[in-house]
């Protein structure tokens, strides 16, 4: 059961995108590749050949890349000859949760490597950073600059709902997220968002515009999104434009 379930979604995933490229101008006679290695005689000959690079590409997308192709090809002749499987669906389902196990623990591994350099490139960052005209550093290694000031006196607090347009970067440069950009501001609860922010937004008045350096430990930690990665710091513009309690 669980072998077919297998064979039925990497089929499905193969159909799925394949059907997602453009297709070429029909033409007629022999359609060749562009390095003449195949010829494709008919269009059985050519989904023949689209669904086994979709499922390679899904395959190696899912981790599956050092597979024994004989065994891999047998497997898919003993299912399309009915022949009794080497493996029941207890012995598969085994297989697939020590695969899983040995995937999880190999990226925890890569994760934590990634996280150390991240964390030192961070804490290098910070130590150059605070010594800027303008930074403030706190106690927490939170560090802000005021790049526009409010003129209302009113601060949120951890149980507000506040307002905010933002723009995050990395370290580097790099743009992983911004209200800014999609034109729309967001409302949140305080309490629900990273404690870099949590602390930042409690000491900011309405109205006012800070960049903020976030430490990682601050942030996301170890378990950054993939856009943004293990042990990153955080720079953000924030605009605080309201508080709806």
């Not at 047998?74 to 399309?80: E, G, Q, S």
């Not at 910070?126 to 550093?137: E, S």
């Not at 967001?186 to 109205?207: C, D, S």
Request: hydrophobic share 40%; aromatic share 8%.
């Amino acid at each position: 059961m669980i072998r077919s379930f297998l064979l039925i979604t990497l089929f499905a995933c193969s159909i799925a995108g394949f059907s997602q490229v453009k297709k070429p101008a029909p033409k007629t006679g022999a359609v060749k590749t562009a390095t003449a290695a195949v010829t494709f005689k008919n269009n059985t000959d050519s989904i023949s050949y689209a669904v086994g690079l979709r499922i390679a590409q899904s395959l190696k997308s899912q981790g599956f890349e050092n597979l024994n192709m004989q065994l891999f090809d047998k497997a898919m002749t003993d299912f399309r000859t009915n022949k009794t499987a080497a493996l029941n669906d207890e012995a598969i389902a085994k297989c697939f949760g020590k695969f899983q196990q040995e995937v999880n623990a190999k990226k925890q591994k890569e994760d934590e490597a990634k996280a150390l350099v991240s964390k030192k490139e961070g804490q290098a960052f910070l130590a150059q950073n605070g010594k800027r005209a303008g930074v403030v550093t706190l106690p927490s290694g939170l560090q802000y600059e005021v790049i526009k000031a409010g003129t209302d006196n009113t601060k949120p607090t951890i149980n507000s709902k506040v307002k905010c347009h933002y723009t995050g970067t990395l370290i580097n440069g790099t743009k992983f997220d911004s209200s800014v950009d999609r034109g729309e501001p967001i409302t949140f609860p305080l309490g629900n968002v990273i404690r870099g922010w949590q602390e930042a937004l409690q000491l900011m008045t309405v109205g006012s515009k800070w960049k903020l350096y976030i430490p990682s430990d601050l942030a996301y930690g170890d378990n950054g999104p993939p856009n943004i990665g293990p042990g990153a710091t955080l720079i953000f513009e924030v605009e605080l434009l309201g508080i709806e309690n």
